[in-house]
């Protein structure tokens, strides 16, 4: 069920990055969905899953969107595997976590892309990237984060939590005396 969520987080991150958003809003500084579902499965999952959602989605966002094919999956694999590594540290129950996180990760992500296009040889203006696209996109890209990790982590977690109480308080031991019954009247 787990991988399925994941499949299917990155189809409509896919689906949302190079469709929806660029239609609803052209030429305006946009959120980076598949970075945010990268770095939503890294938190959550750790640095394997979170560099191969990045991988996956990077790699399918730079075809689709006809990026510099490999650096938005090489900046989002090194953002998810630096994520990754401190994810046994993070308090994950809080929507604070994820927004920080992502928030500066998107920050190095940022930078990371900038860095691998222009060695590249593609022209940045510095100070647009750095004082226009690097705050709105941070910004935004915390708010689908934390958007993506509550539906991906707090809401089914919160489910199966509800799950636990409502069975735990007389559905068990209800359970294990009618097995008991059925088992003594053989």
Do not use: H
């Not at 226009?132 to 941070?138: D, G």
């Not at 991906?152 to 209800?174: C, N």
């Amino acid at each position: 069920m787990k991988r399925l969520r994941i499949c299917l987080g990155i189809l409509v991150a896919l689906v949302f990055q190079a469709a929806v958003v660029p239609a609803l809003f052209p030429r305006w500084i946009v959120p980076d969905v598949v970075f945010c579902a990268s770095a939503v499965a890294a938190i959550t999952g750790g640095a394997a899953v979170g560099v191969l959602v990045a991988l996956v989605g990077g790699l399918m966002q730079d075809a689709l969107t006809g990026a510099f094919i490999g650096a938005n999956a090489g900046a989002d694999m090194a953002v998810a595997a630096a994520i990754g590594m401190i994810q046994p540290e993070l308090f994950k129950e809080s929507l604070l976590t994820p927004a920080a996180v992502i928030g500066l990760g998107s920050i190095a992500r940022e930078l990371v892309y900038i860095f691998v296009i222009w060695s590249f040889g593609a022209a940045v203006d510095m100070g647009r990237a750095l004082f226009v696209v690097l705050p709105w996109v941070t910004v935004m890209n915390c708010v689908t984060g934390v958007l993506i990790y509550r539906w991906y982590y707090l809401v089914p977690r919160a489910r199966l939590e509800a799950g636990r109480a409502g069975g735990g308080a007389g559905g068990g031991g209800d359970a294990a005396g009618a097995g008991r019954a059925r088992g003594a009247g053989r």
